[in-house]
């Protein structure tokens, strides 16, 4: 009788034991302090990409969730708990984790300005009356080879049911608008003649969207082939451009974005080249311009929606001082040095697409 008691009392203890609470942490977090929004479902998409909840041990069913907003809509807060029915099964060792903010930024698109072919004929009038009216944002080589006639037309492209337009560049004679023969160019932009809302200025965010397909075979220079680039004016280092997208001659050749904060330019990404060949690829490139800007970029497969190229950060100095704007640029500007590594070339281009991003 008395060893019965011992076993009965051991076990009772045992039980005692077992259904004590487990410590188990959970917490929340966020993968950025700060989201700008332009509406509900806007913001809803990015709250569930940025915001991170972690349960341990637990069920999702044993916790409970909540987001809340200030009353503005400024500021959102994120928490995690044990539900109370759980209490006997977990306790949270450290709730200094359970709970996070979120500053929010609710912004208004500007309706964008499009600029996209609409077949044979006038190509110049028509990239003219979008993005400089009465002016002349198109820079060909045509002062120089003026026998082949325009250096960028239109035509119907059967992969996109479009029309589209195509950039012409010749390894000879064609050079940079007779001023440098060491390069030759056949870019579009908008400039000091454009009108304000194609133009980025300090404190703005804009979306800078376009097509593009370099054609098989396609040959870059081992100095530069640039086929983008977002230039600042005003200012003692306007001649650099900001950011540039360029295509180089490697082993192998690769896609490049550059980046120079004043006069010097680095690598901020590159990939291989050969992915893009041949293949109509689109691309999206925001930019918040300022001392304490961001930037994104990727680069999308149009035909099977497949990201071939991305870069983001969200600290980084988009402004010069004594800039006056920023400006894009689309084309191909490359160097003439090694011009046994060129060929003549057809780049295709569609849909630019320039959208300034307002702050509420």
Known sequence: MF??????????LSCTEDQSPVANDISVNATQDLITWSDTNDLNSKIDEIIVFDYGQALESEV??????????????????????????????????????????????????????????DTYELITSVLAPGANPVEPPDC??????RHIDEVFDDDLGANVFRFHIHVDPDNDRCINFDRQRNEIKSYNQSPN???????ETVIYSWKFKLLTGFQSSPNFTHIHQLKSVGGEFDSMPMYTLTTRKSNPDILQLRYAEVDKQITLAQVELESF?????????????????SYELDIKRIGDDMLLFEYSNNDI?????NGEF?????????????????RDETVLFADFSIEEILED
């Open 3 to 12: 060893f019965l008691s011992i076993v009965l009392l051991i076990s009772a």
């Open 64 to 121: 409970n969730k909540t987001i809340g907003f200030n009353t503005d809509t400024t500021q959102l807060v994120a928490r995690v708990f044990v539900a109370s029915e759980y209490n006997d099964n977990y306790f949270d060792p450290d709730i200094s984790n359970n709970t996070v903010t979120v500053q929010l930024r609710k912004v208004t698109a500007t309706e964008a300005v499009v600029l996209s072919a609409d077949g044979p004929g």
């Open 144 to 149: 120089n080879h003026q026998e082949f006639g």
């Open 197 to 203: 809302n194609l133009l980025g200025v300090e404190g």
């Open 277 to 293: 060949l041949g293949n109509w690829v689109e691309v999206t490139e925001k930019i918040k311009y300022g001392y304490s800007g």
């Open 317 to 321: 100095i988009n402004w010069r001082e």
């Open 326 to 342: 920023v400006r894009p640029k689309w084309g191909v500007y490359r160097s003439l040095i090694n011009a046994q590594d060129l």
